[in-house]
C-alpha cells in the first residue's frame, strides 16, 4: 500500500520570502504521478504542480518548484516569493499511473504567509 | 468551461436520517471520483467511477454508503442511517485522460455535512 507523509503540520512564511514544504511517500511501484494540491480555507482544491516519477528533471510552474528525490522517496514543495493568497493548506498526493485511480493524499500542511 | 459542482454546499442532519449528495463532473470527463476528508485531514478515497461502472470501492465506503452514476454523468452518494462519524466534507473529483496529464483529477467544491 502507499502512503504519504508530510511532517510539517504547520509553517509560516514571511510574504515575499521563500517556503519549502517536506514530503515523503512510500511505495513498491515504480510508475506513478506525484502531485502538491492547494486548498486555500473555505475554497475548492486546486492542483499546485505535476512530477511524473520517470522523468528526473524536476517540476516548476512560476513561482512552485520541487524538489523530487526518486531513491528517498522525497517530494519537496519551494515556493518562491510568497504572497498572501499563498496561505492554505497543501497536500502532497501520489497516484499510480498503471490505474490512474485514487489520488492517495498526505494530512497537509498548513502555509500561513505573514504581510 | 465550468467545473465540477456539488449540491448541496452544507448540509445539516439529524443521527439516523439519510442523506443524499450530487456531484456534477466536467462534461466530456468519464470518470467520476468521492473522497471524504474530515477536519484537519487529508482526503480519503471512497469510490469511483467510469462512465456508469463502479470500478472501484474503500473499506470505508460502508454498507450504510451507495453511490450511483446511472447515465455516465452526474453521480449520487447516499448515506443512510446517518451517524456522528459521518460528519465531514465529501469531495467530488472528475477526471479526462490526456496524454501529458494522464488521468488530472478536477476537485469540486465539496459537500459539508453535518450529523447532530
Known amino acids: 500500500a502507499q502512503t504519504v507523509t508530510q511532517s510539517q503540520p504547520e509553517m509560516s512564511v514571511q510574504e515575499a520570502e521563500t517556503v519549502t514544504l517536506s514530503c515523503t511517500y512510500d511505495?513498491?511501484?515504480?510508475?506513478?504521478?506525484l502531485f502538491w494540491y492547494k486548498q486555500p480555507p473555505s475554497r475548492q482544491m486546486i492542483l499546485v504542480i505535476r512530477?511524473?516519477?520517470?522523468?528526473?528533471q524536476n517540476a516548476t510552474e512560476n513561482r512552485f518548484s520541487v524538489n523530487f528525490q526518486k531513491a528517498a522517496k522525497s517530494f519537496s514543495l519551494k515556493i518562491s516569493d510568497s504572497q498572501l493568497g499563498d496561505t492554505a493548506m497543501y497536500f502532497c498526493?501520489?497516484?499510480?499511473?498503471?490505474?490512474?485511480?485514487?489520488?492517495?493524499f498526505g494530512p497537509g500542511t498548513s502555509l500561513s504567509v505573514i504581510p | 468551461d465550468t467545473g465540477v459542482s456539488q449540491d448541496p454546499r452544507h448540509k445539516i442532519t439529524k443521527r439516523g436520517q439519510n442523506v443524499t449528495f450530487r456531484c456534477d463532473p466536467i462534461?466530456?470527463?468519464?470518470?467520476l471520483y468521492w473522497y471524504r476528508q474530515t477536519l484537519g485531514q487529508g482526503p480519503e478515497f471512497l469510490t469511483y467511477?467510469?462512465?456508469?461502472?463502479?470500478?472501484?470501492k474503500s473499506r470505508l465506503l460502508s454498507d450504510r454508503f451507495s453511490a450511483e452514476r446511472p447515465k455516465g454523468s452526474f453521480s449520487t452518494l447516499e448515506i443512510q442511517r446517518t451517524e456522528q462519524g459521518d460528519s465531514a466534507m465529501y469531495l467530488c473529483?472528475?477526471?479526462?485522460?490526456?496524454?501529458?496529464?494522464?488521468?488530472?483529477?478536477?476537485f469540486g467544491p465539496g459537500t459539508r455535512l453535518t450529523v447532530t
Open positions: 473529483a472528475s477526471s479526462q485522460y490526456t496524454g501529458t496529464s494522464g488521468y488530472e483529477q478536477y
Open positions: 511505495t513498491s511501484e515504480s510508475n506513478y504521478y
Open positions: 512530477q511524473e516519477a520517470y522523468k528526473q
Open positions: 498526493a501520489f497516484m499510480m499511473k498503471t490505474s490512474y485511480d485514487k489520488v492517495i
Open positions: 462534461s466530456e470527463h468519464n470518470r
Open positions: 467511477f467510469q462512465n456508469e461502472a463502479q470500478l472501484e
